[in-house]
């Protein structure tokens, strides 16, 4: 049986914001198409030839004034004779700050300084002329202090507003004393910064993460931050000798409290805790994303499966969290990594990672608590660009923009490192397919007892095939079932049923991971 042709999406993605010039698009020939070729389908629409690129099949064409750029696209790449069509991207050069030691920041911009493989970074520059971030965005460093001195820090620092500071009064009446940049919940004070008073150590691990967070950019100190301008508050629940539960809960609240929508949690360890499970689905509901470090393997120094042996919190199966494994500047696995197919969810730039430390200085680190930062600065200067995003769409940008890796294949559910440049332009699928026109209609009585069960199920974004369908009949799985992709419909012949009730289930899983289960029950009489 044949069935209708449905008109193909352009091979570019609409809505995106990258910018193109107006009336004009780039039309490239199928061979043998010709010249001529195209000048019929210049007639059809009123446009006309700009510019035959030398050495190519290649053409600018030139717009009337009443078709748009995406309806050309459209007409263009439905002519036989056209390769394809699209617009005519505005290119600049990639920004890059003048921070002296940018060109050490290898997860940011690898250009093989290290030895390892060029561009296997998140594309920091060439996000930065898109969205260097925004004050308006707050990421919460749940972690050890921050060095709220530090030259390349002080300027990203959040700040309370209603509090007044060192005056030992809880001014904005939130149970908090004095907490102008954040609090210290594991000495119950305002100090986020606490250094050993004769060796000078301590909070080495935060400052670290804050750094790759938002250290300052463009500003001539030291290095920058994959966020140039968001705001990092130190929410300090671990000293050197770890923390407790009870304080990263505490924590975790306040930033909610506060109005803080991203955080960064470069920690893990313990059992499963239902506090701190429940206060995560809190944060959940309050449209606050919880990125989290997947963890650095055991005693051995060897990466573990979080498939098999659950770290936590970054495998609490909430759906703000996202698990982040780390790579090298290879864009291969670190050895230290865990990693889980299901569990883990993507993988960040986290060997040698130069940030910022205590005193003015900075340092190379290597974890998970590496990777984690890059990819909350990712999600920042996408919140900084689209304010009104919530949890599971900042989640979803970053998820499915990914750069796939054939080192992250089954280590990671995405099977690819952070792409800044992709998650921050493109607009993610967050939309469910359909199932709709379901037969024998729901709730219905028919007396054929081999009825046809048909539905249209259908994606806005995904060409539905039937490896992304499943059709259960009273609670069985039937693959006999045939989809015609062209139309978006399912048709599969029952056997012979027995009268009474019976009920069907459909559900599809579009390439974005958004699945839509839809049930229907009838009744087959005498």
Same mark, same amino acid.
């Given at each position: ?117 060029? *561009? ?12 260097? =971030?925004?004050?308006? $965005? ?6 050890? =202090? ?12 959040? $700040? ?28 119950? *004070? ?54 407790? $539960?009870? *304080? ?81 500047? $290879? ?45 909350? =600065? ?134 974005? =991971? ?13």
């Amino acid at each position: 049986m044949t069935q209708p042709v449905r008109e193909e999406d352009p091979t570019y993605q609409e809505g995106s914001a990258r910018q193109f010039a107006p009336g004009e698009i780039i039309v490239g020939l199928e061979q043998p198409a010709s010249q001529a070729d195209l000048r019929d389908l210049n007639r059809e629409t009123g446009a006309t030839i700009e510019e035959d690129l030398p050495r190519s099949d290649v053409n600018v064409v030139d717009l009337p004034r009443d078709l748009t750029v995406n309806e050309a696209v459209r007409a263009y790449e439905n002519s036989p004779d056209v390769a394809y069509a699209e617009p005519n991207f505005k290119l600049q050069p990639a920004a890059v700050p003048n921070d002296p030691q940018f060109n050490n920041l290898w997860g940011l911009n690898n250009t093989g300084q290290t030895g390892g493989t060029s *561009d296997a970074d998140v594309d920091a520059p060439e996000v930065w002329n898109t969205a260097t =971030g925004s004050q308006d $965005t707050v990421v919460a460093v749940i972690d050890e =202090g921050i060095d709220t001195n530090h030259q390349d820090l002080r300027g990203n620092l959040w $700040t309370n507003t209603g509090e007044i500071a060192g005056n030992n009064v809880d001014d904005d009446g939130n149970g908090y004393v004095d907490d102008v940049n954040g609090y210290d919940f594991a000495n119950d *004070d305002a100090s986020v910064y606490d250094p050993d008073p004769i060796t000078g150590n301590g909070d080495e691990h935060g400052t670290h993460v804050a750094g790759t967070i938002a250290a300052t950019g463009n500003n001539g100190v030291g290095i920058t931050g994959v966020n140039w301008r968001a705001q990092v508050a130190s929410l300090k629940f671990l000293g050197a000798n770890g923390g407790y $539960t009870s *304080d990263a809960v505490e924590a975790i609240n306040y930033a909610v409290a506060e109005g803080m929508d991203i955080s960064n949690n470069s920690w893990g360890g313990g059992g499963y805790s239902q506090a701190l499970r429940d206060a995560i689905a809190r944060a959940d509901a309050a449209g606050h994303i919880f990125i989290a470090a997947a963890g650095n393997g055991g005693s051995d120094g060897v990466g573990d499966n979080n498939d098999a042996t659950p770290h936590y919190p970054s495998n609490y199966e909430v759906p703000n969290v996202v698990s982040v494994a780390a790579t090298d500047d $290879t864009d291969a696995l670190a050895s230290f990594s865990n990693f889980g197919a299901t569990s883990v969810d993507l993988a960040a730039p986290g060997v040698g990672i130069l940030s910022t430390l205590p005193g003015n200085s900075y340092g190379r680190y290597s974890g998970t608590s590496m990777a984690t930062p890059h990819v909350a =600065g990712v999600a920042a200067l996408i919140k900084s660009r689209e304010p009104g995003l919530d949890d599971a769409q900042i989640k979803a940008q970053l998820l499915q923009y990914v750069d796939n890796k054939a080192s992250l294949q089954g280590k990671v559910a995405t099977n690819g490192r952070i792409n800044a440049l992709r998650s921050v332009t493109e607009n993610a699928d967050t939309t469910k397919p359909t199932v709709t026109e379901k037969r024998p209609v729901p709730a219905s009585s028919i007396r054929d007892r081999t009825p046809k069960i048909t539905a249209t199920v259908k994606d806005n974004k995904t060409d539905l095939q039937k490896g992304n369908i499943q059709l259960y009949v009273d609670g069985s799985a039937r693959g006999g079932f045939t989809y015609y992709a062209g139309v978006d419909r399912l048709i599969y012949t029952t056997p012979t049923l027995s009268y009474g009730n019976h009920s069907v289930r459909i559900v599809a899983k579009d390439t974005a =991971g958004n699945t839509t289960s839809s049930s229907w029950g009838f009744k087959v009489v005498r």
